[in-house]
């Protein structure tokens, strides 16, 4: 069932330009506050520092005392809720809000989040980072019993196993729900009494509590805090849940211990570099990623260049490590605009230039490396060396600052289908020689782990969710068994 | 809560311009069609036809024997539906559509109908046009029992009932669900097998079943199967479910038989003159209420007024009658556009004129009747008559086609509150003075019923739906007792 | 050279709705007000009341005594200047406007009236409602000589020659320039210092003389008055220039003297039948034609029907004067939308239905007239009889309130080319045969004449601009020899 | 005279984000092709990659040998021209665009280049970079001669001046009207004949000829030739006029000889780093400034952080030089969207936040030297030291990549007035103070002409445009003495 609204597309403007579908897309990112005067504006704001997150959509709803009010757009923050109308309409002392690339369900309004229902208690919001792995399977029962579903979203299926609880509270009935889902979550949610946050079993999103003036927030990512000038409590812990009210913070376990196990994508490519996630700086790790490669496969080159943006950590930590000139041999075109539609052969041709240009002066004649920080279908990586031999470049080696991706993701990356990555269909050589590049290599899953300061991957507890790296999926994968793992919305079938 | 969505507010032309909410507003218009290969393009030239019947938002939703297509739009169906590309996303040959003035719920992208949900049989969609008098305590035990309710609309009411049947088919689960409802309603909806159709006990709204190349059609009224060049078959009779498939029709009636009582209001106001409501051209009936009038109320004139446009059939109808020149004395002025706000005070003080002019040379130096269908605040009146008289006119009298609005109304007309009904708060003269008149006179309901052929008013069995003048309401007001008559969102609220 | 801007079409509401051009398209109104601290607000009601005469785009500007300010928007009134941050930032207490519906330059923004030049002595605004009849020659001439155009439009031309005038006052200059001009004019001009209006030789455009507490108006037509409740002080004079300053209005004469020869289809289409052009109620003369017609071409018939909304004063006089009823045959759906492209083969052919519908009920079965203002194309005529015949009338006879169109104008009226006038190319039989109707007749001109009051048609003088009529063009046609009449752009023009 | 239009405010996404106008601004670039079939896409392109010259407007004009097609859009050149529609409509095998910064003149759609204007011998486009110092001055002669001016823009003189121009070749009225001009420029121009490019006798602005497939082309700087696959020619030099035709590319010289005075912002700020203006490398130019940087003022510390994006080539070149590391110590937020108006004070207080964040990971307990490009008003710089601080940076020194700035530009470079430059008002101890760095030193003017290659400044005849730094203004300022500089718009002036 398709929907159409007066809506315009999003571009991506932090990473690699996305001419052939040759990036991983984050999903989303969630803010909330409670009890603060200026709640919309601190949510707008918190919003704004998670954008990179997802550029799609953003929502927010807030709550008066009394009432509830909801804003959903769209397109980014800084386009939709930057009028004073807005935030004024969001009236209320406390507020949740969403930013968005969509994963599962088309980018429509009403897919949007946060989503609202009304409850037997009363009012309900929650937003929701991450993908369920039972997600079909759930909404097909609820839907066997009865249930009417109008959103293509995971969080639907969140509030309707909420909705039917028999318990009491609502706080019972919220861990109720979440007891039910499998896969990776990062929840914030709003009732007229509480926020909640929740993070899975295994902590694979990242949550973080803070502090401004006295009152709690969480976010997804600590630039969020520093975005508000809010200080760092802690991050929430896989499998806890957090109730903030007028009395404090409750934390709550609804879950049998277990170790956490963030996912390793969030240091490798989503989160933003001035982030501390799960206790390491996000800039630091892709140093020394980048050191790392250094280190394991080092090659005699004149400069270092890296692949902007996501590129340019990992390549200052190769270039200190290997003590090569750090040169911007690539420069990028921000002004790319919403919608570069390729409006003539000509011009798709010269896709590729739209976003990035060669700097000739600083690699005509010299043997160079590029640096990127992953390899998804290669597709961009082939023009990019095309480019630089074009402009000069004697040599052109290129390094990728994390291991062959050889298995997508269902936790919340949109990865390809698994034929469409690169490295699960060919060998190191065979990716070479696609991409044109004079050597290739990746850092190793355990240089990965290296860098990140354990001592080496734990085959029989791995501390980290890699399996885009190792086919080592962290949680039971049940909606593979009932659905294509892409066909994730029962709105388009009827029998 | 409140949702804001990239939208314009459209205008009511066909009617007096309501500067001062001082007017009816029709709620709904209803189409489907089954088994036509152009059935998106039929919908929609039926939902412009129905135009008249709600001005704020089309929805459509198509069925193509395996998916279902929505697209849902504010504005008008000649500006949203009018595009090629917005018919071929509607692929299928079965449709349902509906154009909306909304009486419940605001008007944002999700309470846009046909409301579609994913049944445990498949998809379904509904549209409706009524209102229930117990939908806020069905929504309220619906959301007790755990169901999520995410538009303000009595339709997702009706979706959750069906969902909510534990009867094996789908057609028992649709009786299950209409049973359960108070209130008018004409409904259509649509599933993978079948196009269904259904009226309230007392037929309160219309609904018709024509044909076209010999596919069966369902309509709100028969303009739109004048407009499509479809045959008109019958009316669907009051307490009446159908049930279109490939086996042709199919008449289910799951209530207790009962005499019908149509609204009144389709034949004053809201039915398309050129339409044949239960057997009665609206055009000739009120052509008749105003040859009733002229004969209840005759009064010494030179010319017969109409108030455009709603007045002017029965200002034929009166000027036929008493023998009087028929004179176009009221300009209207069409290119109102969607939304002249008026930016400065000067431009209020002239408000009524933006849409009416005084034709100075037809009522100079003359005694006038003004003709118009019926009263509700007067505030326009008051205008249109200093209009007249600073125009030239010696003498204006004014008749009203309709009997005095003393009762508000429940059943999906938009009325203002009593207090602001000018026939709840003033007797004849007081009115009369407030308009400015020389006389005031109102159809009598004895006239208005012999206007319809009937012998009269029959206190024990009215015929006719016709609370807002006698206060005889024709079904319990459930909701009442549980919250204001106004106030029918539980979404905006919280405890 | 083609411009694009976001911008929308606009749609005629009044008339007949225009799926084939088969109409005459009015061209523009004017309006201007001197002194008034509610200027801006003024002249928006008083363009509001204009808009019959232009729908595609308005524009305003106003001066504050130091600065000019300008809006110029595509769209109507209503939609574009009824906002009250537009009306603050047209500053000043005079104010020139103009309603547009382009007949010659295309409907971009810069062609958008009124127009503003900074000359030697100040800034000048100008806005036109007419037609040179020598505009190409000018303008060719003028680029000769080293002048630069940037719009399409005559008005351009009318200020290069003010501009190039070596006289020392302003308005010596304002009289160089009109003498230069050939064709139908009357403009409305605004400096620092004055408004002036002006009426070509013939007064073949209209133009009135109001007043508002005590500060002076010029306005196409008297409809502009009565709306902000001003009085008609007098007509503008055929060849008279005023000039209204802080010491009233001055008159002054540029041309030699010569009779009124004012454009009759003021009186048949054009005016809005409130209005009274040059004496005459528009009303009162269209109510007259109708007369003039029964009379000339009696017909047994039992119902007159208008063809809405132009053929209602025609119908009403006709009625009247046979005695025989006067009924809504015709139902009009003022909701079309701005834009109701027909996306299918099917709703093509239903195309006239989507603006006029049958009214079954008061045709079937009988014998009735049709009275339309007059016959451009005739196919919408077509359309029209055919639709009657389907909706049962026993005979379909169809009357014209106007002679036969056999000449195309260049006065500002856009009629099609003369192949496509029907009466320019079929003889009477032809015309009701192709038609479809059982008969057919129009207005002779000496009737046309005759119900103006005048005594007949003076062929060595004649009364009244009458062209399409008779082939009697009033004025030399100067660009006929430089090029085609419907080139008027040179903008596209390269050698 | 203001002018309104649907449109948004554009966001130059490259530079610093301009919370408080602290920034300098460029003002365009211009691009050309003569005779290829590709040409609009081919124009689009080149315009994309001169968009950091310009994101306000961007307009294109073609020739397809019989008419001129124009397109003029507000927005960035992806948003606007990347529809195949836009592209077809622009036919023919000659192009010429422009992208703009406002300087002069409001950004309506009329002052959006190239202008276009049919003169005596045939249409005619040009579109400008740079500023008259003597535009003023001449407009006021021209409309004293009749002419009318209807942009703001330094190019409507030129076209006025062309078309009075009484010689018989086009180039020759060409070239009269460049000899009359004073100031800065680089012209594209294209008539049915022929493509010219033009740049001022100092070649203060750049311009560059370039060759694709066999054919011609114009571009302000190298790396659009760059985007398209192009090659470079040579730059048009100084008081060159160029000729493009089917005949090749003739050069004339309607100057007398004197020395090139490029300017030096292309190298400091504007240029795009892989572009080679008059010869040098502009990311090596800035690199050298950072190593002269280096050793004209060196600290002890322990990172070096670029204030990002400006200032990062210069803190490569600073880092190599000065042997320390480099580090993203600030993260730019590429998501602030249009138009981030901040809703409330709590935002409007973290206003610098928007855009940049502190990478704490990278500063914290740190000696730090920020890098940046130049030093208008300061108000970001204290922001950014300020955000330094509060991450933990023990020391911040501050040094820029260029000379203190105390002169405003008049040559096409937004500059703020005199009184708002912090280096016309503060000596350095001053400024150090208010920035509040614990050093601030810039560039010295030796130095940069050092870094560039020059032995040094030569006083009698310096090889730059600098006045900038210097007060040393290379051409008369005409404008000066009859209007306030700023006020360079005749169109709001009345008397």
Same mark, same amino acid.
């Given at each position: 069932?398709?929907? $159409?609204?007066?809506?315009? =597309?999003?571009?991506?403007?932090?990473?690699?330009?996305?001419?052939?579908?040759?990036?991983?897309?984050?999903?989303?990112?969630?803010?909330?506050?409670?009890?603060?005067?200026?709640?919309?504006?601190?949510? $707008?704001?918190?919003?704004?520092?998670?954008?990179?997150?997802?550029?799609?959509?953003?929502?927010?709803?807030?709550?008066?005392?009394?009432?509830?009010?909801?804003?959903?757009?769209?397109?980014?923050?800084?386009?939709?809720?930057?009028?004073?109308?807005?935030?004024?309409?969001?009236?209320?002392?406390?507020?949740?809000?969403?930013?968005?690339?969509?994963?599962?369900?088309?980018?429509?309004?009403?897919?949007?989040?946060?989503?609202?229902?009304?409850?037997?208690?009363?009012?309900?919001?929650?937003?929701?980072?991450?993908?369920?792995?039972?997600?079909?399977?759930?909404?097909?029962?609820?839907?066997?019993?009865?249930?009417?579903?109008?959103?293509?979203?995971?969080?639907?299926?969140?509030?309707?196993?909420?909705?039917?609880?028999?318990?009491?509270?609502?706080?019972?009935?919220?861990?109720?729900?979440?007891?039910?889902?499998?896969?990776?979550?990062?929840?914030?949610?709003?009732?007229?009494?509480?926020?909640?946050?929740?993070?899975?079993?295994?902590?694979?999103?990242?949550?973080?509590?803070?502090?401004?003036?006295?009152?709690?927030?969480?976010?997804?990512?600590?630039?969020?805090?520093?975005?508000?000038?809010?200080?760092?409590?802690?991050?929430?812990?896989?499998?806890?849940?957090?109730?903030?009210?007028?009395?404090?913070?409750?934390?709550?376990?609804?879950?049998?211990?277990?170790?956490?196990?963030?996912?390793?994508?969030?240091?490798?490519?989503?989160?933003?570099?001035?982030?501390?996630?799960?206790?390491?700086?996000?800039?630091?790790?892709?140093?020394?990623?980048?050191?790392?490669?250094?280190?394991?496969?080092?090659?005699?080159?004149?400069?270092?260049?890296?692949?902007?943006?996501?590129?340019?950590?990992?390549?200052?930590?190769?270039?200190?490590?290997?003590?090569?000139?750090?040169?911007?041999?690539?420069?990028?075109?921000?002004?790319?605009?919403?919608?570069?539609?390729?409006?003539?052969?000509?011009?798709?041709?010269?896709?590729?230039?739209?976003?990035?240009?060669?700097?000739?002066?600083?690699?005509?004649?010299?043997?160079?490396?590029?640096?990127?920080?992953?390899?998804?279908?290669?597709?961009?990586?082939?023009?990019?060396?095309?480019?630089?031999?074009?402009?000069?470049?004697?040599?052109?080696?290129?390094?990728?600052?994390?291991?062959?991706?050889?298995?997508?993701?269902?936790?919340?990356?949109?990865?390809?289908?698994?034929?469409?990555?690169?490295?699960?269909?060919?060998?190191?050589?065979?990716?070479?020689?696609?991409?044109?590049?004079?050597?290739?290599?990746?850092?190793?899953?355990?240089?990965?782990?290296?860098?990140?300061?354990?001592?080496?991957?734990?085959?029989?507890?791995?501390?980290?969710?890699?399996?885009?790296? $190792?086919?080592?999926? =962290?949680?039971?994968?049940?909606?593979?068994?009932?659905?294509?793992?892409?066909?994730?919305?029962?709105?388009?079938?009827?029998?």
């Amino acid at each position: 069932m398709s929907e $159409t609204y007066a809506s315009y =597309p999003p571009v991506g403007a932090d990473h690699d330009f996305d001419l052939d579908g040759d990036t991983l897309r984050e999903e989303c990112g969630v803010f909330g506050i409670f009890g603060h005067p200026d709640a919309a504006a601190i949510t $707008t704001l918190g919003l704004h520092a998670l954008q990179h997150r997802g550029q799609e959509a953003v929502g927010m709803v807030s709550f008066d005392g009394k009432r509830f009010h909801a804003e959903r757009k769209l397109g980014l923050v800084g386009d939709s809720f930057s009028d004073r109308a807005v935030i004024e309409r969001l009236e209320g002392a406390s507020a949740i809000g969403h930013v968005r690339y969509s994963t599962t369900g088309e980018t429509v309004i009403r897919n949007v989040q946060p989503l609202f229902a009304e409850l037997d208690g009363g009012g309900f919001a929650v937003a929701h980072n991450g993908n369920l792995t039972n997600g079909i399977t759930l909404r097909r029962q609820l839907i066997k019993d009865g249930a009417i579903c109008q959103s293509t979203t995971d969080t639907e299926v969140i509030l309707h196993l909420l909705a039917r609880s028999r318990k009491p509270r609502l706080i019972e009935r919220f861990l109720d729900a979440v007891r039910a889902l499998e896969g990776a979550y990062a929840l914030v949610a709003l009732s007229n009494k509480k926020l909640i946050g929740a993070r899975d079993p295994l902590g694979i999103r990242p949550l973080v509590l803070g502090e401004l003036d006295g009152k709690y927030i969480l976010a997804s990512e600590t630039c969020a805090l520093d975005m508000i000038g809010a200080r760092f409590v802690r991050d929430i812990e896989n499998g806890e849940v957090v109730v903030i009210s007028e009395d404090g913070v409750e934390s709550l376990r609804p879950f049998p211990p277990c170790p956490a196990r963030p996912c390793v994508f969030e240091y490798i490519y989503f989160a933003r570099p001035d982030s501390i996630v799960n206790g390491r700086s996000v800039y630091e790790a892709r140093k020394a990623f980048g050191a790392q490669l250094a280190i394991e496969n080092p090659v005699d080159i004149d400069v270092v260049v890296p692949v902007p943006d996501s590129g340019v950590p990992a390549a200052i930590g190769y270039a200190q490590k290997a003590g090569v000139p750090y040169e911007l041999g690539i420069i990028r075109n921000h002004y790319v605009g919403r919608t570069f539609i390729q409006p003539t052969q000509a011009i798709r041709e010269l896709g590729v230039r739209l976003k990035h240009s060669a700097n000739r002066a600083a690699i005509a004649g010299k043997r160079i490396v590029l640096i990127d920080d992953s390899l998804v279908r290669g597709t961009t990586s082939v023009k990019i060396v095309r480019m630089m031999r074009e402009a000069g470049a004697k040599e052109v080696h290129f390094r990728l600052a994390s291991p062959p991706i050889t298995h997508p993701d269902f936790y919340g990356i949109d990865t390809p289908e698994r034929d469409n990555l690169l490295a699960a269909t060919h060998d190191l050589e065979a990716m070479r020689a696609y991409i044109g590049a004079d050597s290739l290599a990746f850092l190793s899953v355990e240089g990965l782990y290296h860098a990140l300061g354990f001592p080496g991957r734990d085959p029989h507890a791995p501390q980290l969710t890699d399996h885009c790296f $190792t086919g080592d999926y =962290p949680t039971p994968l049940s909606d593979l068994e009932v659905a294509s793992p892409r066909k994730l919305s029962l709105l388009a079938e009827a029998d």
